[in-house]
Nanobody, 121 residues
């Protein structure tokens, strides 16, 4: 079982920026970020694989950047030009192998972090 620990959430005004981080207890080929608002489905935001190929949800393209430090099993999500609709709990997710995309189903990711809140006003 892989442990994932997120950090970096907080409250910011619209147009502002935040950077999230997620540390995995061991190497995972695919790591990514999902987000969820109470009462709505958890949706994929961004994903990055071990070759540093990335994918994004259309709603965040051009504003969010996912990156990865392979030495420390850490991924980052830099979020710029934040909008109120970005308000959600953000979850780090990981899978050991297979296709890696922000458009994969939630069930494709067996390992999850505890979530970090992002609030944009």
């Amino acid at each position: 079982h892989v442990q994932l620990v997120e950090s970096g959430g907080g409250a910011v005004e619209a147009g502002g920026s935040l950077k999230l981080a997620c540390v995995a207890s061991q190497y995972q080929h695919c790591m990514g970020w999902f987000r969820q608002v109470i009462g709505k489905e958890r949706e994929g935001v961004a994903a990055i694989d071990s070759w540093l190929d990335t994918s994004y949800a259309d709603s965040v393209k051009g504003r969010f950047t996912i990156s990865r430090d392979r030495n420390t099993h850490t991924i980052f999500l830099e979020m710029n030009n934040l909008k109120p609709e970005d308000t959600a709990t953000y979850y780090c997710a990981a899978r050991g192998g297979g296709p890696c995309s922000a458009h994969r189903a939630r069930s494709d990711f067996p390992d999850w972090g505890q979530g970090t809140q992002v609030t944009v006003s």
